[in-house]
C-alpha cells in the first residue's frame, strides 16, 4: 500500500537522524571518543529503537509510565555498550 504523505515525512525524517547518528559516531570512533570497532548504523539504529520503545510506553502506559527514570537507565546503557575500552 501507498504510504501518505505524512508516513513518507516521518520516514525520510528518521533516515536523515540515522545517517546523521550514524556519521556522528563514525567521527567519534575515529577519534576514539567511543569503540574503534562501532558499527555506526546498528548503534544508531539501536539508539533510534530504544527512543521509539520509551515513547509508545510512556504513550501506552499514560502518567502511572515515568519516561524520564527509565529513560536515564536506557541511555546509560546504551552508553555504557559504545564507550571505548581501556
Known amino acids: 500500500p501507498d504510504a501518505s ?3 513518507q515525512r516521518v520516514q525520510q525524517l ?3 537522524y540515522r545517517a546523521l547518528l550514524s556519521t556522528t559516531l563514525a567521527t567519534a570512533a575515529e ?4 569503540r574503534r570497532d562501532l558499527d555506526g548504523d546498528s548503534a544508531a539504529a539501536l539508539f533510534l529503537g530504544g ?6 510506553q510512556a ?3 499514560g502518567a502511572a ?4 527514570p527509565m529513560a536515564a537507565g ?7 555498550a559504545i564507550k571505548e575500552v581501556a
Open 59 to 61: 504513550m501506552l502506559g
Open 14 to 16: 528518521m533516515q536523515r
Open 65 to 68: 509510565t515515568p519516561i524520564q
Open 74 to 80: 536506557v541511555f546509560r546503557l546504551y552508553r555504557d
Open 31 to 34: 577519534a576514539g571518543l567511543v
Open 51 to 56: 527512543i521509539q520503545g520509551l515513547v509508545i
Open 5 to 7: 504523505p505524512v508516513k
